[in-house]
């Protein structure tokens, strides 16, 4: 049962301009929600975070939104620059358990 | 900075070969993680140590896979008598307990099972 799926497996966008990553997620025990940033041959690098008491996190040109209704979460990242193509990761945990539940990724690539 | 690191970064192996992976943490988090991830897929827990206790296991962990951490420090993961469907990315990761839930990942062991 994959509990976080992210249902792009990949993403194009113009240098520039705003690039939207959505990860959705089924299990409503979930109370943290990290985005991770992998490139080739290199582990997955923490981006950006949010808890569930939050619906918004800004840093820098990244932005996470949490709608817990929908249990939906989106990662902004704007404006788009080529060092950032790579693959994003959604992840979720239940704070006070460990483990770390990832989504499938999406592979963004960002054109000059 | 000395992040996480494994080795091997890649290790080939025939069908039925024990192998054994090794990951060095942060020095000084007090948390290890093991992950596996294959093709198109995101990472997938293997198991989690406090400390040298192992407090977690997933049941994708199955009998032939055991994994160490002696004394708190580094980690060791032992597949045994290998199968191809074990070919995959093995990730550790390491965090600080009390330093929330960001974990810390190395560059991962390719395995390759022939």
């Known amino acids: 049962d994959q509990q976080v799926k992210q249902n792009s497996p990949s993403l194009s966008v113009q240098e520039g301009r705003i690039s939207i990553l959505n990860c959705d997620y089924t299990n409503s025990m979930f109370d943290y929600f990290l985005w991770y940033k992998k490139y080739p041959a290199e582990g997955p690098t923490f981006l950006i975070s949010i808890s569930s008491i939050k619906d918004k996190n800004e840093d820098g040109r990244f932005t996470v939104f949490l709608n817990k209704s929908a249990k939906h979460l989106s990662l902004h990242i704007v404006p788009s620059q080529p060092g950032d193509s790579a693959v994003y990761f959604c992840a979720a945990l239940i704070q006070g358990a460990q483990k770390l539940v990832f989504g499938q990724g999406t592979r963004l690539t960002i054109n000059p | 900075d000395t992040g996480v690191s494994q080795n091997p970064r890649h290790k080939i192996t025939k069908r039925g070969q024990n192998v054994t992976f090794r990951c060095d943490p942060i020095?000084?988090?007090?948390?290890l993680y093991w992950y596996r991830q294959t093709l198109g897929q995101g990472p997938e827990f293997l198991t989690y140590?406090?400390?040298?206790?192992?407090?977690?296991k997933s049941r994708l962990l199955s009998d032939r896979f055991s994994a160490e951490r002696p004394k708190g420090s580094f980690s060791t993961l032992e597949i045994q008598r290998t199968e191809q469907g074990d070919s995959a990315m093995y990730l550790c990761?390491?965090?600080?307990?009390?330093?929330?839930?960001?974990?810390?990942f190395g560059p991962g062991t390719r395995l390759t099972v022939l």
């Open positions: 140590f406090q400390n040298e206790a192992q407090l977690e």
């Open positions: 020095s000084e988090h007090n948390r």
């Open positions: 990761a390491s965090s600080l307990g009390s330093g929330g839930f960001r974990q810390f």
